[in-house]
């Protein structure tokens, strides 16, 4: 599967961005998908994940309550919105896919394909 992230940019804090990530194939409804951000000079970390039904989702405690990940397998899409910015928010965002991550929804070796990153920016 090729994952493609788009609707990164600039963002003042407080504001609200949406990312997608489209998938290709006709499978996309059987892969668990995560978003992945890295922020300059820091490791990738986890932000969130959803199963490959969407009725499981899973949160870094730094997003919690201000992040929401979705899917929609008709448009092979994932995405991730994210309310209430903050300057620590500023990174690369990654989409990432994998057949079945199981409890390892949060750890980068679990996932197979990844998407090329799109840069959100957090500032005034």
């Known amino acids: 599967v090729q994952l493609q992230a788009s609707g990164g940019g600039l963002v003042r804090p407080g504001r609200s961005r949406r990312l997608s990530c489209a998938a290709s194939?006709?499978?996309?409804?059987?892969?668990?998908m995560g978003w992945f951000r890295q922020a300059p000079g820091k490791e990738r970390e986890f932000v969130a994940a959803i199963n490959h039904s969407g009725g499981s989702t899973y949160y870094a405690d730094s997003v919690k309550g201000r992040f929401a990940i979705s899917r929609d397998n008709a448009k092979n899409t994932v995405y991730l919105q994210m309310n209430s910015l903050k300057p620590g928010d500023t990174a690369v965002y990654y989409c990432?896919?994998?057949?079945?991550?199981?409890?390892?929804?949060?750890?980068?070796?679990?996932?197979?394909?990844w998407g090329q990153g799109t840069q959100v920016t957090v500032s005034s």
């Open positions: 194939g006709r499978t996309f409804s059987i892969y668990d």
């Open positions: 990432a896919a994998s057949l079945y991550v199981g409890t390892r929804y949060s750890q980068s070796s679990a996932y197979l394909y």
